[in-house]
């Protein structure tokens, strides 16, 4: 566990050190503010012409927002995911720290835990930027707290599984670049697979529909916990470290 | 310390290590010697467990490198080839990075830290940036990283390649006083550095083991010989390179003569002799006897470059543009 905290401190320092933290932060605090200020815009525009109109405004405000703000997340992680993991491995691979590692007496399954769990606090850290302009939402109403709650439980289970296919992708290769535009791709995929499913019902559909990662979120966005899309997202980051690792070993027996 | 039994690495198309099989004393410095591509970075990685053989077995510090990779891995330091530097990190920091990995805390890994800064001179760079260093300083940095744990087998791929000639001396001596606890291993070209710091060598080219033996005995052994480095120059102002290798060759205990170097007025010979027959006397005798004038005459030693050479056929034992003159011999 030591090892793993220590990999994970090692990661986190070059996340800050380099400017690769500051560009992400800075990214997400605009577009999310500039997500929820164009929201925020639009629905008291919708208010005002109702109240003028003398009929009661029909919707719930703050719900209404965080909903759609919490739709607009899973999107943009797509292109911030693989900013986080594409240097994870394959920049080891580079300068030859790799070696440095594989011949320390640490396991494979500590680095690997701890750089993904480096990634997934990095991504937390990018996800507290939405949360700020959620609170402001609390400053001029009294949304319900608990589906909020439930919305980033989602957000983050879905980051972490993303997060996860991510750092096993870095492992494949030496070239940042490379590790990430492949990830954007894979994440891509598994984001817009389940699309099939709203206009084909036959089996494939289903289960590529199943499959992705988008058809998962709903239930945490409505603020219902539902235990079989929780399971479904931890099962999808068990295979992406199980990968890692099996990509670690293979690297050796190959390479 | 380390025991290598049939050792093969095979990469896709080539194989690198072909059955090599060696040991490895406690406390002692081997050099680990090859042309390039020879297979001395696969054979290091094997045995650091970072490649695991394709065939045989090594046995370092006492556990197997397949079975129980964990207890080699605490008890051994390595230097690759490039160090291996997180270029963001700072030289004090990287080390403290390296000491916990190795499983030092506290007081302990502060301890070593300034001990192996000390003793690898990279205590005033301990506040710069690693990707800032220059390459020799890299190279120290990476020297301290692999002794921070103080380990029983030290594995060092080319120690002192990039580094300045005082520096390159400090590193020897400092692997010098490290052997007698440790047990190292060092690649390198260069091959002075062998004569000077290892007590054994092995010689290994295309991935075969061509020769293991301590270097005393390897010097001895190269054609149980003595060289004469003669250097003749004619009276008037003109040499006969070919009459002078003749004339030697008839002094006995002459095993060959090789032109060495050849200018008009004057040339350099090198003279081998057999073992325990004095014939300096006699060279200079038969120069002077001849008419010539005796420049220089010097004994020099078999140098390990030229048995190196010779093991590794990367050069016929005589250079082909030189002259090479069987003498009468006993
Ligand atoms: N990853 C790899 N894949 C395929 N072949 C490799 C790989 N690494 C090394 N080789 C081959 O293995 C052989 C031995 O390489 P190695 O790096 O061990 O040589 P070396 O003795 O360390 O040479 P040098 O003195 O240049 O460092 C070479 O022919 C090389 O091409
Ligand atoms: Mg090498």
Known sequence: MRNVWL????????????????????????????????????????????????????????????????????VTGL???????????????????????????????????????????????????????????????????????????GLLLQGAALLAIGTFISTLTKNQIIAGAATFGACLLIFVCGWVGEYNSETWARVLAYLSVSTHMESFTRGTLDSKDAIYYVTLIVVGLFLTARSMESLRWRS | ????????????????????????????????????????????RMLTCFLPPTAGSAIVAGFDVLEEPMEVKKRIGYLPETPPLYPEMMTGEYLSFVGSLKGLRGAELKQRIDYVSERCAVADVRKKQLGKLSKGYRQRVGLAQAIIHNPDVLILDEPTSGLDPKQINETRDLIKSLAGDHTIILSTHILSEVEQICQQVIIISKGKLVATDTVDNLQGRSRGAELVLVEVAGRNGALDPAAVQARLG?????????????????????????????????????????????????????????????????QEAGPKDEVVVRGAGE
């Open chain 1, 7 to 74: 990999i994970w401190r090692k990661e986190m320092r070059s996340y800050f050190v380099s400017p690769i933290a500051y560009i992400l932060l800075l990214m997400c605090a605009l577009i999310f503010g500039f997500f929820f200020w164009s929201l925020l815009q639009a629905y008291l525009q919708f208010s005002m012409e109702a109240q003028m109109r003398g009929e009661m405004f029909p919707m719930n405000m703050p719900e209404e927002i965080t909903r759609r703000l919490f739709g607009n997340i899973p």
């Open chain 2, 250 to 314: 008839k002094v006995s205990g002459v095993n060959r003569i090789v032109l060495k170097a050849k200018q008009p007025a004057h040339s350099t010979f090198e003279v081998e002799t057999q073992k325990d027959h004095f014939v300096r006397g006699d060279l200079a005798r038969a120069i002077v006897e001849a008419g010539w004038d005796l420049n220089e005459l010097r004994s020099a030693a078999v140098s390990l470059e030229e048995i190196f050479l010779e093991l590794t056929g990367t």
């Open chain 2, 1 to 44: 310390m380390i025991t290598v039994k049939e050792l093969t690495k095979r990469y896709a198309r080539n194989t690198a290590v072909d059955h090599i099989s060696f040991e490895i004393q406690k406390g002692q410095i081997v050099g680990f010697l090859g042309p390039n591509g020879a297979g001395k970075t696969t054979t290091m």
């Open chain 1, 79 to 153: 292109f911030i995911i693989p900013l986080i993991t594409m240097r994870l491995f394959a920049e080891e691979k580079r300068t030859g720290t790799i070696e440095l590692l594989t011949t320390s007496p640490i396991r494979d399954g500590e680095v690997i835990l701890g750089k993904w769990l480096a990634a997934t606090t990095m991504y937390c850290c990018l996800l507290f930027l939405s949360a700020i302009n959620v609170a402001f939402l609390f400053f001029y109403s009294h949304p319900d707290w608990k589906p909020i709650l439930v919305s980033y439980l």
